[in-house]
């Protein structure tokens, strides 16, 4: 059985492509809270990917490899977090929990959601 996983955690998960063609396997963080876990045992996931824009946009958050939590977020390379990529997935889907997110980076990605969604 796997373990809990919980907000915060970078995971490797069969992340769809935006017009459902297909999927791609693909590290991404969980961004709903436990309770939501518990009780739908669904999980909000955040897109992540290595391929780094020249110009980010307001919700593009660029986590490069000299930051002082990237090795702890058991990503290979420095990356990229768009909130406008953010989908809901059941657990079974989830492969594995790669690493974590420190309270720094949450900080960050809490900013590009204010430029996201504009709730």
């Known amino acids: 059985m796997k373990p809990e996983l919980q907000n915060g955690d ?6 769809p492509f935006t017009d459902l063609a297909g999927t791609k ?20 996931l955040l897109f992540i990917s290595s391929v780094i824009p020249d ?8 986590f490069p490899e000299s930051h002082s939590d990237f090795r ?5 390379k420095e990356s990229v977090f768009k909130a406008n990529k953010i ?14 997110l420190g309270e720094e980076v949450r900080a ?4 590009i959601f204010q430029h996201a969604l504009r709730i």
């Open 25 to 44: 396997l693909r590290p991404a963080v969980i961004i709903s809270s436990e309770e939501v876990h518990q009780k739908e045992g669904d999980y909000t």
């Open 108 to 111: 960050e990605l809490r900013k």
């Open 10 to 15: 970078v995971v490797l998960v069969t992340f």
């Open 87 to 100: 989908t809901t997935l059941q657990k079974q889907l989830i492969q594995r929990k790669l690493g974590v």
């Open 72 to 76: 702890k977020s058991g990503l290979k």
């Open 55 to 62: 110009s980010p946009e307001k919700y593009e958050f660029i």
